[in-house]
């Protein structure tokens, strides 16, 4: 490769701005890709020639495990990466084709990276076998189109549709053993104001936790410009156990909460909560800061308290439900999901968000309203997009320059057909 492939760093990285930042890190991604397909190339070649007699190393492997400084375990994948994408030759000299050819097609631009090429030769390995090679290429072709803008998610539902399509009877269902039941809980508050949560459960019930939670954990789509989830999965994890507390807690049957979200008693003045700037307090339980209050506050029972000067409550207004169970039974109906573009997460797993809050002036209807994850309701309300609601009634979200310097109005397609 020339250096001509490689991108133009300032010489004065600080000084560069966010577009400039943005631009530079798809770039540098897309060098890397390319330059790793190409990688795979050479290892395929030297793999076709005997890594035995072109080097004296017993594989191809061990022979790049020394070279470049990695472990067997390290280079195995890479190895194996490379013979699945590209054309190799048996002693005999007669070519063996490459399982993935149409994915290191898209990967040798640059468009995918390991990641999803590994999740993509995973779900053909995983293919039924009785199937015919054209039906084969047929679904590896699916499946590479899909990569370069689809997360793990994406491709492991095209997964399950193409299992749906090429083997409809399924596999063999089998029942488990339940074991005798046994559960502990230990919840205790920390000094530094976190909680530890530990636990002893049976194998039924750990095995339907780790089923919900893992549910609730996997990693968020790559989105439409290649950012990918960078959680840990200890911190998936957690994040997942405050999702199903969510959910619990918006049951109607649920004792004290009565399917309300979140109670929060506002202990600043409006000024202070549209500003940003002061606490709140969530249910007695902590403080929050007032830009908290502000997402908490989307959808929720609300109680304004309206303090002294001494700290002391002078008033506490009425309970009030901003977001109507009808109005949130028609925001599913309409979003069908997460509203931002690319998010897949269920009615059951958002917000109402308001588009102009409430404690600036916007009112609780329809226009002003729109259904957001978690994830991306911290994100309308912290980051540069923005939302709206177009003139059909539908939501659409706006990049931010450094995503997209024309700020094309963006939608979520995967809720609706």
């Known amino acids: 490769m020339s250096e001509t492939f490689l991108p133009e760093l300032p010489q004065e990285l600080w000084r560069a701005g966010k577009l400039e930042l943005a631009h530079g890190v798809q770039h540098a991604l897309q060098v890397i890709r390319i330059a790793t397909a190409c990688l795979g190339r050479f290892l ?60 290191a097609a898209v990967a040798a631009l640059g468009l995918v990276g390991d990641e999803r090429i590994d999740q993509i030769l995973e779900i053909l390995k995983n293919l039924p076998a009785e199937i015919s090679a054209e039906d084969r290429a ?24 193409l299992q749906d399509l090429l083997n409809p009877d399924g596999n063999e269902p089998k029942d488990p053993e339940p074991k005798e039941p046994r559960r502990e809980i230990t919840l205790e508050r920390r000094k530094d104001g976190f909680w530890k ?28 410009f290649g950012q990918a989830d960078l959680r ?37 003045g409006l000024e202070e909560l549209k500003s940003g700037l002061g606490t709140a307090c969530l249910d007695f339980v902590g403080t929050m800061s007032a830009r908290e209050a ?3 506050a989307c959808d929720c029972l609300m109680v304004p308290v309206v303090m002294g000067a001494s700290g002391e409550p002078l ?33 059951k797993n958002c917000h109402a968000h308001h588009i102009e809050h409430w ?20 994100l309308i309300h912290h980051g540069d997009w923005e939302v709206r609601v177009a003139a059909d009634g539908l939501p659409e979200f706006i990049p931010p320059q450094y995503r997209d310097p024309l700020r094309k109005p963006r939608r979520n397609t995967l809720h609706h057909v």
């Open 315 to 347: 008033d506490m207004g009425r309970l009030r439900r901003f977001v109507t169970p009808g109005q949130r039974r028609a925001l599913n109906i309409r979003d069908g999901g997460c509203a931002f573009p690319g998010c897949h997460r269920k009615p």
């Open 294 to 296: 502000r997402l908490a």
């Open 232 to 268: 840990m999965k200890c911190e998936r994890m957690g994040d997942a156990w405050a999702e199903l507390l969510d959910l619990a807690i918006a049951c109607p049957d649920q004792p004290g909460t009565s399917g309300y979200r979140t109670l929060v008693h506002v202990t600043v």
């Open 44 to 103: 395929a070649e030297i793999e076709s020639r005997g890594a035995k007699d072109l080097y004296g190393h017993g594989s191809t492997a061990s022979w790049l495990a020394e070279i470049a400084g990695l472990s067997r375990g390290e280079a195995g994948p890479i190895v194996k990466r490379a013979i699945a994408l590209n054309p190799t030759r048996a002693l005999d000299g007669t070519e063996v084709p490459p399982v993935a050819p149409a994915t």
């Open 359 to 378: 404690a600036d002036g916007g009112p609780t209807d329809l226009r002003n309203l729109v259904l957001l994850c978690g994830f991306h309701h911290r």
């Open 138 to 161: 047929g679904a590896e072709q699916i499946l590479a189109n899909l990569a370069p803008n689809a997360g793990p998610r994406q491709l492991a539902k095209a997964e399950a549709n």
């Open 197 to 224: 949560l530990t636990g002893l459960l049976d194998d039924e019930t750990g095995a339907r936790t780790a089923a919900a939670l893992e549910a609730h954990a996997q990693p968020r789509p790559v989105d439409e």
